[in-house]
């Protein structure tokens, strides 16, 4: 067999593992049923899926250490909803709040999604204040799309929802889990009003992307430098745990 089957043959099951090598040999777009998730997964055929799905299941970049079971989740840059489906999966009582902007990548998402429940999904983009938001392709590919302050009667505006609205969502006052990947947004989000969130999370894991805009690590150490957070790291992401908040965990 390949070499491109051995990653799948050393953490799926067999027959999985051969599902999803002839998936992404076809390059086709279509259901993969998996033994290990509820549901089966929309996989289109193109890298940007494969990597994802491989960063999620293979990789297990968000397989990181949990002191606690997550009751209350917002995935931000939830692209396909290969994330959601992962942590859906992982604690199925837990709500999640999945927020992706681009619309092709909202209509898998929502495919992906639509029989898990405890996930509400959203087509916008989270931001520091409430405005509308414009997708912008830059060239990064189906998973890297970024967002730019626009106006509401822009043809492709989306809503901006703050941390503190999707919090309120969920009706609650602290929030467990927040996974961020937004293509540079983090930037704009931890110089700004972070104060009004930050302190009342439990458990952020988030990748960086000075490559596609400068500061955003930044931004990020500066913000969390003012409060009582442990830092580790998962593949591209950093996961940092609110030593306040955890120690007191349930």
Known sequence: MPSRFTPYKKVFPFWDALKIYKHIKKKKSGFVHFSFLKHPVYLRGISSDEIMFGQLFVSKDYAVD??????????????VGYA??????KFPDAKIVALEPEKANYLIAKKNLDPYTNVQLLQGAVWYKETAINVVDKGFGEAAF?????????????TAYTIPQLIKMLDVEYID??????????????????????????????????????????????????????????????????????NHAQ
């Open 66 to 79: 949990y002191p606690f079971v997550p009751k209350t989740i917002l995935d931000l840059g939830a692209n």
């Open 84 to 89: 959601s489906i992962f942590f859906s999966n």
């Open 146 to 158: 970024m967002i730019e302050e626009g106006k509401p009667s822009d043809s492709n505006a989306v």
């Open 177 to 246: 889990l927040i996974k961020m990947d937004i293509e540079g947004t983090e930037k704009e989000l931890f110089e700004n009003n972070y104060d009004e969130w930050l302190p009342k999370t439990k458990l952020i894991i988030v990748e960086t992307h000075d490559r596609y805009k400068k500061g955003c690590s930044t931004a990020l150490f500066q913000a969390f430098s003012k409060y009582n957070f442990s830092l580790e790291l998962s593949g591209e992401n950093l996961v940092l745990y609110n030593n306040n908040l955890i």
